[in-house]
């Protein structure tokens, strides 16, 4: 699965991710760790925010968020992937 994978970006796509560039740098990840700007942010990282933003552990892991995320932007934006 090393082999490039493409995915249409909406309208503001371009645009939201220039602005999350100016906050992360020119590296090559948009969420990168703080010790090393060629490995992503951890798991563990994501979910200690989450417990900084008072979320418990029973409530929601940055695993967790992929499904109401999903569910969400299928919503608002529906799913070209279906077409």
């Given amino acids: 699965m090393r ?16 602005q ?7 590296g090559e990840l948009l969420f990168q760790s703080l010790r090393s700007p060629c490995r992503p942010v951890s798991e563990n990282s994501l979910n ?10 029973e409530q929601m892991t940055a695993h967790g968020f992929r499904a109401p995320f999903s569910t969400l932007a299928n ?5 070209d992937s279906r077409s």
Avoid: K, Q
């Avoid at 200690?48 to 552990?57: E, F, K, Q």
């Avoid at 919503?75 to 799913?79: A, Q, S, V, Y």
């Fill in 3 to 18: 082999c490039p994978h493409r995915v249409p970006l909406r309208t503001p796509t371009p645009y939201l991710l220039a």
């Fill in 20 to 26: 999350l560039r100016e906050l992360t740098g020119l």
């Fill in 48 to 57: 200690a925010a989450l417990r900084c933003m008072g979320y418990r552990r």
């Fill in 75 to 79: 919503e608002n934006f529906g799913d």
